[in-house]
């Protein structure tokens, strides 16, 4: 019997070791997230563009945004309010005198620089009189009052410019006076 044992152990047609068949697990097909995350991108750069474009008029008056919003604002053909810096105007010169040829008139004389680095509007200017006792006369005078006809808009970063004001003498024997930009 042991023989009939051994050939029958034989003649199986089964190895000990079968191969059955591999099972390889499937994974599932990743997602391509970049075009989501270019999606994103876009749209957040657009969202800072359009903050951009909405808050221009308050950022141009900051130094450090303007050349940024000059650029933007040039590639799109959008519009910036002029630069608005009154410290920057340099009083040169002034004076405020008697008219010989008229009596009980004034006139007041100034000349300033644009110290800014942009062009930017003229200024409105304060002009206060006073005599021995304070203060006697005050007032602020628009572009449209003092600047030449010929002048544009804007003056030019250094550009000089000068002021002729012929006024009514407020009070008798005005001593002092002060210029200031507005």
Do not use: K
């Not at 910036?80 to 009980?104: M, N, Q």
């Not at 200017?125 to 203060?135: A, F, H, K, T, Y």
Request: net charge positive; with cysteine; proline share 13%.
């Amino acid at each position: 019997m042991s023989e009939s044992t051994s050939t029958t152990l034989q003649d199986d047609p089964t190895p000990a070791t079968s191969a059955a068949p591999r099972v390889v697990p499937v994974r599932p097909a990743r997602p391509r997230r970049w075009p989501l995350i270019a999606a994103v991108a876009g749209l957040a750069l657009l969202l800072a563009l359009q903050l951009l474009l909405a808050q221009r008029h308050a950022l141009a008056a900051d130094a450090r945004w303007r050349p940024v919003l000059e650029a933007l604002c040039g590639a799109l053909g959008c519009s910036l309010p002029p630069w608005r810096e009154p410290e920057a105007f340099a009083l040169l010169a002034r004076s405020v005198r008697t008219d010989p040829a008229a009596p009980g008139t004034l006139v007041a004389e100034a000349r300033f620089r644009n110290d800014a680095r942009w062009p930017q509007p003229w200024p409105t200017v304060w002009l206060e009189l006073s005599n021995v006792d304070g203060p006697v006369a005050a007032r602020a005078f628009r572009p449209d009052e003092y600047r030449p006809r010929d002048a544009g808009p804007l003056i030019a970063p250094g550009q000089t410019a000068a002021l002729r004001l012929r006024l009514v003498e407020p009070a008798p024997q005005i001593v002092g006076y002060v210029f200031d930009f507005r």
